[in-house]
């Protein structure tokens, strides 16, 4: 049976009387790209903190690779954890030039090993050439790959990311996201990354974990957190979404002011029993009917797409996203047409 990289059991970790991570259970396994999403505060940069060691849990224990790191018989300091953390300021000594930041934690190589390795990682970021530079000399970028070059430097046995693209605008975020799951793929490196952008979390991780009160309340797979999350409130926390009431009926149903759904209730609910059915903007399309079950009473242009709002006859209020050259004005009468072709989620009320 396979052997999980990194293996955290009911960690705890108390600040007085402030309860930041909440018996929380996370394997990552061998190849494996996990995030953490959550908002700030939530305890997710705590968690990472107590897997690389620089924190003592409460209660709870970390192993890495089967052997205990963290736990009732033993606290092994970070560097004897053979896992890799890259922060969100990179933390690059800045008297130093590229190869000797990378260096650094090199010190077990002989000189020839230790040049031949830095130059390594400096082909797989895409730097080479770059290791005389100081780091002032670097964009924000490239600075941060050099931050995952000196992570991946020594072999680690998984690489700890926290909130790694956040200094760096949208367009470079994009690009370098794209770029460190490359590197992170390429190498087989089994990873954990912290973020707020749910974006990002989707984008990057083979399973998405969401964190709310230092509790991990829900973990999955990006597609299936999005279009399924446990409750309400990681459902806001996942996507730009909406609730529309609706009542069960006795073939697992939902009758609501959309038409009659296919649902998957999460927990117990009666036949007839009332609910709460989750909808994303992509979920609905919007066809002009004066006949209609809703009026458009504000459009949002954000470039790419329009995002119109839409009040329902019902009082409730949904979003749908449209084209960019959509032309539905405000004041619009529409038939709000239910597309989503797999079951909506709802929620008992």
């Known amino acids: 049976m396979e052997t999980p990289v990194i293996r955290g059991r009911a960690?705890?970790?108390?600040?007085?009387?402030?309860?930041?991570?909440?018996?929380?259970?996370?394997?990552?396994?061998?190849?494996?790209?996990?995030?953490?999403?959550?908002?700030?505060?939530?305890?997710?940069?705590?968690?990472?903190?107590?897997?690389?060691?620089f924190e003592?849990?409460?209660s709870g224990s970390v192993r890495i690779l089967g052997a205990e790191m963290s736990g009732e018989s033993?606290?092994?300091?970070?560097?004897?954890?053979?896992?890799?953390?890259?922060?969100?300021e990179y933390a690059l000594f800045p008297h130093m030039t590229v190869e000797r930041n990378i260096a650094f934690?090199?010190?077990?190589?002989?000189?020839?090993?230790?040049?031949?390795?830095?130059?390594?990682?400096?082909?797989l970021v895409r730097l080479a050439g770059y290791g005389r530079r100081f780091p002032y000399e670097l964009s924000g970028g490239q600075q941060q790959r050099v931050a995952l070059a000196r992570t991946l430097a020594p072999n680690p046995a998984a690489a700890l990311l926290d909130e790694?693209?956040?200094?760096?605008?949208?367009s470079m975020r994009q690009r370098l996201r794209a770029e460190v799951e490359g590197i992170l793929r390429s190498h087989r490196?089994?990873?954990?990354?912290?973020?707020?952008?749910?974006?990002?979390?989707?984008?990057?991780?083979?399973?998405?974990?969401?964190?709310?009160?230092?509790?991990?309340?829900?973990?999955?797979?990006?597609?299936?957190?999005?279009?399924?999350?446990?409750?309400?409130?990681?459902?806001?926390?996942?996507?730009?979404?909406?609730?529309?009431?609706?009542?069960?009926?006795?073939?697992?149903?939902?009758?609501t002011p959309?038409?009659?759904?296919n649902c998957?209730?999460?927990?117990?609910?009666?036949?007839?029993?009332?609910?709460?059915?989750?909808?994303?903007?992509?979920?609905?399309?919007l066809i002009p009917d004066q006949g209609g079950q809703g009026t458009v009473v504000s459009r949002e242009f954000r470039g790419d797409e329009v995002v119109l709002r839409v009040r329902l006859d019902s009082g409730e209020s949904v979003r749908s996203r449209r084209r960019s050259f959509s032309r539905l004005p405000a004041g619009s009468r529409v038939k709000v047409v239910p597309v989503k072709t797999i079951p909506f989620a709802a929620y008992p009320r």
């Open 264 to 285: 998957v209730v999460a927990g117990q609910l009666a036949p007839n029993g009332p609910v709460s059915v989750l909808l994303h903007p992509d979920d609905i399309e």
């Open 164 to 170: 790694p693209f956040s200094n760096l605008d949208s």
């Open 258 to 261: 959309l038409g009659v759904l």
């Open 189 to 255: 490196m089994s990873a954990i990354f912290v973020t707020h952008d749910r974006e990002e979390a989707f984008a990057m991780a083979d399973r998405v974990g969401v964190m709310v009160d230092g509790q991990l309340l829900q973990i999955g797979a990006p597609d299936h957190i999005y279009h399924y999350p446990a409750s309400p409130e990681i459902a806001g926390l996942t996507g730009a979404c909406d609730f529309v009431s609706g009542k069960m009926r006795r073939d697992g149903s939902v009758v």
């Open 56 to 58: 003592t849990p409460t």
């Open 74 to 88: 033993r606290f092994a300091p970070p560097n004897d954890r053979g896992i890799g953390m890259v922060v969100q």
């Open 11 to 53: 960690l705890t970790k108390r600040f007085g009387d402030t309860l930041a991570v909440d018996s929380v259970d996370l394997d990552v396994w061998p190849g494996e790209i996990v995030s953490i999403l959550g908002t700030s505060g939530c305890g997710k940069t705590t968690l990472l903190r107590l897997i690389a060691g």
């Open 105 to 123: 934690g090199l010190q077990d190589l002989d000189d020839s090993r230790r040049a031949e390795r830095v130059a390594e990682v400096l082909e």
